[in-house]
């Protein structure tokens, strides 16, 4: 089971994931988490949810990159629960972590596709290995007037991402205001 939720900022993306997961009631409770943390706002918001987390039974596996790889890191992951977080996360590592997307020219459209699915294949990886997987992932905007041209890269091929995701999950929730 695939599940996709989907928001922007502080639309309560987290806590019904983790309402989610933790209903979802089958073998050990995994929270993949895939932020980097640079500085102090990231120690915060990485604080914040370990808190909203606790008691909930999760043991926490961080990978910020290749996230199919977590399951090395799991007892009986085809029993397992994950809730993946953040996919606006993973794809800026992933753009900015490998040198074949960071500097390449990101306005072709053949290669965001080729990045767009070599994602979601990674994350579609890891479904295929556990009992129930909960993707969270932000959308942004795509026409800020504010972005400059790497924000504009980013945003676009994180959306591209989510439009894979939402093609191979089995339930969407859409939590972006206005839709």
Not at 146 to 151: A, I, K, L, P
Request: glycine fraction near 8%; hydrophobic fraction near 35%.
């Amino acid at each position: 089971m695939i599940t996709l939720i989907i928001g922007t900022n502080n639309s309560g993306k987290s806590e019904l994931a983790e309402s989610l997961a933790v209903e979802a009631g089958t073998g050990r409770r995994y929270y993949l988490a895939t932020m980097q943390v640079f500085d102090e706002t990231g120690r915060l918001r990485v604080e914040k949810h370990r808190k909203q987390r606790e008691g909930k039974g999760f043991l926490t596996i961080e990978k910020e990159r290749n996230v199919r790889e977590a399951t090395l890191f799991m007892e009986e992951p085809e029993k397992a629960t994950v809730l993946l977080e953040c996919v606006s996360n993973l794809v800026g590592n992933e753009l900015h972590g490998d040198p074949k997307w960071s500097e390449a020219d990101g306005t072709e459209d053949r290669l965001a596709e080729v990045f767009a699915e070599s994602v979601a294949r990674d994350i579609r990886e890891l479904a295929e290995k556990v009992c129930h997987l909960i993707i969270v992932t932000n959308e942004y905007e795509r026409d800020d007037p504010g972005y400059d041209r790497q924000t504009i890269r980013y945003v676009d091929w994180l959306g591209r991402v989510n439009e894979k995701l939402r093609e191979f999950s089995d339930s969407v929730y859409d939590l972006r205001k206005g839709k």
